[in-house]
Structure formats: C-alpha cells, structure tokens
C-alpha cells in the first residue's frame, strides 16, 4: 500500500514558518497584506477565499477580501487593482478563479502589478518561469505547494519522468515548466490525450488536474509512481473525491496524496509564504 503523502502536516509546517517570519516582518514594523478579489456567487469559490481570508488573519497577514456582485464591471475591477497597485498595506493581489464571463480576465491579470502578483499568473511572471530564471518571482500557488511535497517527500525529479494531466494556466502549465526546471522529463497530457494511459504508465510522478472525477484508476498508474491528485469534486454525500480513484491507484503506487488533505491546504499556506515573499522582496530593492 502507497505511502500517504500528508498535505496537511506539510502546510502546517510552512504556516509555523511563515508565523515566524510575519513576527519577524513586525518586528521591523512590516505588515505583509494581501488582497482578495471575488466576483460573484460561485459557492465553491466564496469557501475558497474565506479559507484564505481567515488563514492569513491567522498568521498575522494583513488581509481584504473584496466581494462584487455578478455583474460588475470590467472598468471598477479594474480601478480597483490600480488602487491595490498603490496601496503600500498590500503586497499580494489575487483575483479568484473562475471569473464570470463577461469579463476580461486577461486584461485584469495584465494589471496587476507583477511584482504584487501573488498568484504568479501576470505574463511577466510566467515568462520568468518558462525562461527558468533563478531571481525571486512569484508562481502559480498550486504547483509550487506540489514541488514543497514532493521535496518534503524527497521524490527525486532528475532524470524522472513526469506526466501532468491537464494544461491550465493555474495549475498544468506552470506544473509542467516546475518539473522541466527541476530536470525532469515532462509529458503534458489532457482529457482528450488518445491512449492516456499509455502515456500515464510512463510516469514516474503522475500529477493530476484534469477535472475529470476518477480519470485516473490503477492499471493506469506504473508500479512505485508518485501521485498527485489535485483534482476537487463534490460528491452528493457531500464529500470529497479528486481525479483519481484512490481505492485502485493507492496499491499499484509509492505514494498518494488523498482529496482532501493533499494538495488542497499546500496551495493555502503557499499562497500565505509567496505573500510573506512578496512582502520581504519588496523591501530588499
Ligand atoms: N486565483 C486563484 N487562485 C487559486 O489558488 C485558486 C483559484 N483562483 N480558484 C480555485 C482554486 C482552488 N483552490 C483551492 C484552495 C484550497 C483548497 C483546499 O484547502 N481544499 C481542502 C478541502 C476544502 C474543503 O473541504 O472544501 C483539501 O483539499 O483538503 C482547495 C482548492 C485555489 N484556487
């Protein structure tokens, strides 16, 4: 049986480290503060940033959460980031996805400031990432919490095969650049990949974030694989499943992440460290 790669024991530990150095920051009068952006109603996303909210009061982050309604538009969400551009109390910017569609999440995106760009989605960033340059940048909070677990769990990337199921610019793609920078062979797959799991049963780390409930089962999955599910779904019992199908997967690999508990609390607590960065880089030069 796979060995259970623990997300939240690992997010705990980087929360103490990022306390720490938010007391540090005090210490030196610096409040690091991060702003919040939610449009609509999207229930899954209302929990998502209030998790978020909360954590960062937790850890002594300064944190706002703006809320609009559905139909706000493009030009307020717009004054308002140049207004977080501005704010000296703010040092990350995160609008959360998915946006409703009226609205030019690009254009929002490109105004961030890339250097209060907490989620690293401004191109800016993500050129920084494709370029594998080493200086400090912000990246997507997801993959970059992945990279911390499989660190943690010392999985070695060199050399190793890597397949990534799923090329969103929140999780996919910048999951895919990570891996390459970390010397590993990548394969980018999606839901629509002919024959996946030929391409599946290549990996030794299989990272998952596909959308799809259950995409992944076990004569899928290649013997002593890494696997991580980043994969959320809701099932009517109201509990939470990922895009693997853990009961087949987990005895065929080395280690797992579960849903919940995997991923899910390593993205939060990324996203409070790359905060704590933002808000250090910014007064180092
Ligand atoms: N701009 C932007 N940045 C994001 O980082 C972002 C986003 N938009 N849109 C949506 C996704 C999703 N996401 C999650 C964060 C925490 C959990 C999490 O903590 N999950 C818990 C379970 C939580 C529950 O019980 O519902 C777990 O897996 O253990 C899940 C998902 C951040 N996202």
Known sequence: MAILIDGRAVAKEINENTAERVARLANDGIIPGLAVILVGEDPASKIYTR????????????????????DVRQEELLHDIRQFNEDELINGILIQEPLPDHLDGNELLNTIDPRKDVDGFHPFNVGRLYNNIKENYPVSCTPRGIMSLLKHYQVD???????VVGRSILVGKPMAALLENANATVTVANRYTRNLSEITRQADVLVVAAGVKHLITGEMVKKGAAVIDVGIHRLKDKTLTGDVD?????????MITPVPGGVGPMTIATLMEQTVDLTEWSHNG
């Open 51 to 70: 998790m978020k909210d909360r954590k960062a009061k937790k850890l002594g982050i300064h944190s706002v959460l703006s809320v609009y309604p559905e």
């Open 157 to 163: 990337l060199e050399g190793a095969h890597a397949v």
């Open 246 to 254: 853990f009961e087949s997967v987990a005895p065929v690999a080395k």
